[in-house]
């Protein structure tokens, strides 16, 4: 158990949908970030939030958002959704400090899948 | 950040030591070399990181050349559970770590 957790496990919609992906960082971790990975395909990068603001972003579509609540929890929202959307969107958290390396723990992912 | 190479995919027999290697040839000073694996659609998994010298940890060694331009991961006696993808991701700690393809490792009975 990496102590991050990510609900709900899965999720079935139709297409032109909204969902959102709900992410609890281990506690005392003050960055989130999200991950989007397609059937066969890699780990792709979407959005970093630390301590509420957002601090990079990776391919992450316009339809899709996020955002980090004063408790730290995240939620990745994802609308307008299409069969191509479907997906495993991973969560992680890290401490993220300065200078120092700091390793980032994944939650199980919650698995979309747009009919 | 860096970019590393790994190879595509390699087999290990069951109690045997998996060496799994990567390139990293254009790492910088301030750059970890980190280690993840993903067993089959599970979250990915931290395994171990280091900056220059070897580590060692429950789960398995790193192993840094002088030069940094490469290094290779040890699991010192692979069991079927650790079958998986491995990544070698080159991360300064301060950006989002960035995941290539990996190495899909089999490890055979």
């Known amino acids: 158990d990496s102590g991050v957790t990510q609900t709900p496990k899965h999720l079935i919609t139709a297409t032109g949908q909204r969902v959102t992906l709900r992410c609890s960082p281990r506690?005392?971790?003050?960055?989130v970030y999200w991950y989007q990975q397609s059937l066969d395909q890699g780990l792709q990068f979407l959005i970093h939030?630390?301590?509420?603001?957002?601090?990079a972003k990776g391919n992450i579509l316009e339809r899709f958002s996020a955002q980090q609540f004063p408790d730290l929890h995240s939620e990745l929202n994802l609308s307008s959704l299409e069969l191509g959307d479907s997906a495993l969107y991973f969560c992680?958290?890290?401490?993220?400090?300065?200078?120092?390396?700091?390793?980032?723990?994944f939650g199980q992912g919650t698995r979309l899948t747009v009919v | 950040d860096a970019k590393t190479t790994q190879p595509p995919s390699m087999d290990c027999a069951e109690g045997r030591a998996a060496n799994l290697p990567c390139n990293h040839s254009?790492?910088?000073?301030?750059?970890?070399v980190y280690w993840y694996r993903q067993i089959h659609s599970q979250g990915p998994q931290y395994i171990i990181h280091?900056?220059?010298n070897n580590e060692t940890n429950e789960m398995a060694s790193l192993i840094i050349t002088e030069d940094r331009k490469s290094s290779t991961l040890i699991l010192p006696h692979a069991t079927l559970r650790d079958t998986a993808v491995y990544y070698c991701?080159?991360?300064?700690?301060?950006?989002?770590?960035?995941f290539g393809k990996g190495t899909r490792l089999s490890v055979i009975a």
């Open positions: 992680a958290s890290s401490k993220m400090g300065g200078r120092a390396s700091t390793e980032a723990f």
């Open positions: 506690s005392g971790d003050l960055s």
């Open positions: 939030y630390y301590n509420g603001e957002e601090r």
């Open positions: 254009t790492i910088s000073g301030n750059e970890y």
């Open positions: 280091g900056l220059k």
């Open positions: 991701i080159v991360n300064s700690g301060n950006t989002p770590l960035v």
